[in-house]
């Protein structure tokens, strides 16, 4: 490893440098401990304690254009998994990491040209493998990242809850967290209890179908900054966030004269959701990877056509094991809320036959005011 | 020298209560109770206030010295029980005091001369043989007036426990304590470590009385050593509301508004504290804080919900009196001119623990999962300099448009940012550091008009009280919503992370860190924001925004 401090301004994989790299003039920083976070030490360390892994994933960095719904390209970044074998290239959101209680994990991480980490978000882990660099370091060349899915939580002696973590999560790039993660280098992470998909957690409620609704936001302003921009000093802007496209799961919502339509349902058979009137609910794992508050509508909960149970956040079943802790609970009419980075997992419990309308809005971090309207839809059969 | 001075008066008022008490009953046992000294009107009031003039500086001495030995005990007039106890010692201190004097008092007299009014006549024979069966003025020599030190002294000891008491009761009673929020970079003038040391083994002998509140916390029980490190003890607290500039991260000065404080050994009434100090008290007490609107403009004073002092004028100073409300976290400041004077600077955090003195957020939480050993309070805002240079210059702020148009280009954890407010050296306070199974209490507190979403990395945390209230159910989250004006108060239980891969698996926290250390790395995680807009400064410089770094330590 090696104290790395000659970033320049380049976008990823790119050489112009026309945004955001050198300072502007603003006054000196001469304090030694401003650097203390600045120059955060690189390179491509062997994993401590390696074992042989259950599960294994090599995740390389990519940049590739997508066409959102006016037409227009927009570029992403991501980690593709080159372990499975597909033709088909990711491009949002990045590959699926998916394991189970009990798995040995690794997560190999090719970052190319350029630093980048891998953060397995809500995973407890060692810093060596939290995939920060001021904690720890940026991955130049490569690196494992070791974890154990679902190890029991916590000794048995002790009074609070214990968890084995089955549930719902993220990973992301946590190298200049506020542009990477932007650019699209984010993915699920989905810990299966040890008897493996089907149900959410041990000893929790069985699914037979289950969405990943991550709700997105995109700024294409941002896409002309570089891989360090905003990390050197000066002002690249990234304050400033005013998005205009927006996903679920990589499904964009319908445009008219350049803004969302707030009309339109998305109708991706992806995202749109079935669950059996009185039969196996569908799962929802609900994920928030914008940047500001997004307000989630059940319009089934209203009409009385549909249940909709909170049964985890963050991965972390409710599973009353505690005095005053949490237990599932159904959804009440109206909006209900999830901050940027949060998860929560859904039972979607139909009460009758039909089709009902969910809205999303995404909101902005400070005025409050909707930046753009997502819908799709919750089918009881 | 504000709070100096407020404090000396105390003092000066309790001292000159007791010399003159004390002396008072002196004149009255040896005029009439006892020995029957005889003199005109004129001559027993001289004779007191001579007397008691001169036992100004003993009694002065013998207060400080009492207040000292409580604070030392960890005696803050918590309970019922312990509101004799400073009294007792300075009563204590005055008898020790008063046998050498006495003896004085008799030189003095003879060095005076028998003059009316201020000599004694002849003692005569009278109830004082009854005591002790002698007129100790008689006596001579060292024995001879030492033991008439010690009758008199003796004498004085109800006395003067009972004026101390008195003026215990008159007192009104606020438990309000300030932790100053150390918000420059400045050198912690006790290391981390030595603050757990109050918070663990060290608080036994805090924990007398109600003592237990000062061993919450590293930085508390900082601030309990500050406060007994000097013979004083804390019971009120003068806040004043000032302005300045403040330094942002990458340089650029900042006009904000803020607090001064004068409490106890502390005097920074002229300072730019933002956020203010945090007060803290328990849910059985009142609350007397006084304010000083040193701003050009009036503002309130206002915790929402509790009390509001309405518009202090500038240059005015108003008392806030109110009962603690229900246990948990407050915002107080000025919440007059919608969000934008808390903004601006006007903020700080009242900390309420329970009536019980336990160590639990709330007392509906079940003691055996739910206690903590440490806490802390991380205050999010965030800085629009567009903004605070329109209060500079005098200039009215709309808070529609406040709203609409702010778009902050600095974001800090307790008035710091980036990595001055992730190491324990610049920022005691939000840097946290404890060893492997020592629950902190978290109050993550959002006083800015940004919606932000505090991620923690290593451990998830448990949402136990928003916004004062317990929550139904306790979800146990990596990622909260603290939305403007919310107070979380989240337990971070300091467990060994389970995911990390370690063989043989840790059995104790010093096992998993001699495993991490061995990569060269630390028990370390940060806490950031996830609406990453706020991990910058300026527009730019990640990672330099809202965030700090926790620490699992091996003591």
Known sequence: MSKGSGKDGDRDERDDDDHGGGGDGHAAVDDPLFYWNTTPVEGSPDTPGKVRPDKEFEMNFFNRDL????????????????????????????????????????????PSKRQHTIHLHGIEIDS??????????????????????????????????????????IYHCHVNTVLHFHMGMWGGLI???????????????????????????V????????????????????????????????????????????????????????????????????????????????????????????????GRAFDNQAPNYAQPFLLPPGPFVVGTAERYDLLLKPRRRGTSLVTIEQKDWISGKVHGVLQTTVTGV | MISAHHRERRNLDSAVALAFGVSLWQLWLHSFALEGHSSSVLGHLGHWLRDGSLLIVPAYLAVRCG????????????????????????????????????????????????????????PAPGAGYLLLGTDVHQASGLVGNLTHGLRDALLSLPIAFMVGLAAALLRTRVEVVATPVVDDIVPASMSKREFLKFGGAGAAALTLGSGGLLAASGRQAHAAEQARATPWLTDDIELFMNDGIKTMIDGVPVYSWGWGLASGPVDESDALHVPGPVLWTYGDERVRVGVTNNLAEPHHFEIEGVVDSGPIAPGDRVEVEFDAPSPGTY????????????ALGLHGVLIVMPADRSMRAHPSLDPEHWSFVTQWVWICNSIDPRFNARAHAGLPIDPVRFLEDFTPRY??????????????????????????????????????????????????????????????PIMWKDTLLLEPGDRMDVMLPYAIPPNAVHFPPPQSGRDFLKQLHGTEMEGKWPMHCHVEMSQTAGGGLYPQGLLTDWQMEDL
Do not use: C
């Open chain 2, 67 to 122: 207040r000292w030995i409580a604070g030392r005990l960890g005696d803050r007039r918590g309970g019922s029980g312990s509101i004799a106890a400073e009294p007792a010692w300075i009563a204590l201190a005055l008898f020790v005091a008063l046998v050498p004097l006495v003896g004085l008092h008799g030189v003095v007299d003879r060095a005076l001369g028998g003059g009316d009014p201020f000599a004694e006549l002849a």
């Open chain 1, 191 to 217: 810990v299966d209890p040890a008897t493996g998909p089907g149900t959410a957690f041990h000893n929790g409620p069985d699914y037979d179908d289950e969405r990943f609704w991550f709700i997105g936001d």
């Open chain 1, 67 to 110: 066409e959102m719904p006016d037409g227009r390209d927009v570029e992403f970044w991501g980690f593709e998994d080159k372990l499975i074998d597909s033709d088909e290239d990711v491009i949002r959101p990045s590959s699926l990491i998916r394991v189970s209680e009990g798995d040995i994990v690794h997560v190999t991480l090719k």
């Open chain 2, 411 to 472: 974001f800090t954890l307790n008035g710091r940012m980036g990595s001055i407010a992730a190491h324990e050296e610049t920022a005691p306070d939000t840097f946290v550091g404890d060893v492997e199974g020592n629950a902190a209490l978290i109050r993550v507190v959002n006083v800015g008009v940004a919606t932000h979403s505090p991620h923690y990395h290593g451990n998830h945390v448990y949402l136990l009280l928003k916004n004062a209230a317990p929550t139904s």
């Open chain 2, 331 to 342: 915002i107080y400041g000025d919440g007059s001119n919608g969000p934008v004077n808390r």
């Open chain 1, 219 to 314: 700024d294409p302003t941002w896409r002309e900054l570089g891989h360090a921009a905003g990390m050197k000093g000066g002002d690249a802007g990234l304050n400033v966030f005013r998005p205009i496209y927006f996903d679920i799961t990589g499904v964009f919502q319908p445009m008219r004269s350049g803004r969302t339509d707030p009309n339109a349902v998305i109708e991706d058979p992806r995202i749109t959701a079935t669950a059996p009137v009185d039969g196996v609910p569908t799962l929802v794992r609900l994920g928030n990877s914008g940047y500001g508050p997004q307000e989630i509508t059940f319009h089934g909960i209203a009409d009385g056509s549909l249940d909709v149970e909170v049964i985890a956040s963050d």
């Open chain 1, 128 to 169: 060596h493998n939290d995939g920060v660099g001021h904690t720890s370091f940026e991955v130049t060349g490569s690196y494992t990242y070791q974890f154990h899915a679902g190890a029991p939580f916590r000794a048995l002696d002790d009074p609070r809850p214990k968890t084995r973590g089955a549930g719902t999560y």
